[in-house]
Antibody, heavy 118, light 109 residues
Framework: EVQLVESGGGLVKPGSSLKLSCVAS????????MHWIRQAPKKGLEWIAL????????YYADSVKGRFTISRDNSKNTLYLEMNSLRSEDTAMYYC???????????WGQGASVTVSS | DIVLTQSPVLAVSLGQRATISCRAS??????????MHWYQQKPGQQPKLLIY???NLASGIPARFSGSGSGTDFTLTIDPVQADDIAAYYC????????FGAGTKLELK
C-alpha cells in the first residue's frame, strides 16, 4: 500500500523559513516524480512544485518560484519542500503526491499545516 | 496559464445522476490523449484520484463514477449518487504545467 506522510508544518512568522518532509513507502520511490500541492483554508487546490524521479528537472508555480525549493533523497525515500521568505498567503495545508504518467497524481499524503502569522 | 472553470456547487438527490463539468481556457489534449484528471476530496481528508486522462477509472473507484470529454470540455458523472459521494470534486490539467479547477461541491438536494 502506498503511503505518504508529511511532517514539518507549524506556525511561523512572516519572512521566516520552514522545511517540510514527505516520507514515502509502498512503492519504488526512486522511480517516480513527486509533487507538492497546497490548499489555503476553505480554498481549492494549488499545484506548487514537481521534481523528476532523479531530480534532473524541477518545476515551480509562479507564486513560489525563487522562494521555495523542492528536493528529494532517494536513499531515504523522502521528498522535501524548503520554504523561505514566507508570507501570510502561504498559509495552507501542504500535500505531497506521487506522480504517475502524464501528470496524474495517484496518491496523496494527509497533509502538513503551515500557518504564517505575526 | 490554462484556467479550468467549474461550477461551485451542484445539488443532487440520492440515487440520481450528478454531472460535474470542467471547461479549460485552451485545449488540454495532445493527439488523442486528454490530459484532464479528476479528484474527490471529502472534508478533512486529502484528495483522491478518481479518473485519469478524462475517462479512465482509477484503481478501486466504483463504476458509478465515469468521465468523458476532449479538447476543452470535460465531464465527471456519478450515477447513481450515494451518500458517500458528498464531497468536493476537482479537475486538473497536465497539458501545460499543472492547474486545478476551483472545485465543485456536491450537495444533497
Amino acid at each position: 500500500e502506498v503511503q505518504l506522510v508529511e511532517s514539518g508544518g507549524g506556525l511561523v512568522k512572516p519572512g521566516s523559513s520552514l522545511k517540510l518532509s514527505c516520507v514515502a513507502s509502498g512503492f519504488t520511490f526512486s522511480s517516480y516524480g513527486m509533487h507538492w500541492i497546497r490548499q489555503a483554508p476553505k480554498k481549492g487546490l494549488e499545484w506548487i512544485a514537481l521534481i523528476y524521479y532523479d531530480s534532473s528537472n524541477k518545476y515551480y508555480a509562479d507564486s513560489v518560484k525563487g522562494r521555495f525549493t523542492i528536493s528529494r533523497d532517494n536513499s531515504k525515500n523522502t521528498l522535501y519542500l524548503e520554504m523561505n521568505s514566507l508570507r501570510s498567503e502561504d498559509t495552507a495545508m501542504y500535500y505531497c503526491a506521487k506522480g504517475w504518467v502524464l501528470g496524474v497524481m495517484d496518491a496523496w499524503g494527509q497533509g502538513a499545516s503551515v500557518t504564517v502569522s505575526s | 496559464d490554462i484556467v479550468l472553470t467549474q461550477s461551485p456547487v451542484l445539488a443532487v438527490s440520492l440515487g440520481q445522476r450528478a454531472t460535474i463539468s470542467c471547461r479549460a481556457s485552451q485545449s488540454v489534449s495532445i493527439s488523442s490523449i486528454n490530459l484532464m484528471h479528476w479528484y474527490q476530496q471529502k472534508p478533512g481528508q486529502q484528495p483522491k484520484l478518481l479518473i485519469y486522462r478524462a475517462s479512465n477509472l482509477a484503481s478501486g473507484i466504483p463504476a458509478r463514477f465515469s468521465g468523458s470529454g476532449s479538447g476543452t470540455d470535460f465531464t465527471l458523472t456519478i450515477d447513481p449518487v450515494q451518500a458517500d459521494d458528498i464531497a468536493a470534486y476537482y479537475c486538473q490539467q497536465s497539458r501545460e504545467s499543472n492547474t486545478f479547477g476551483a472545485g465543485t461541491k456536491l450537495e444533497l438536494k
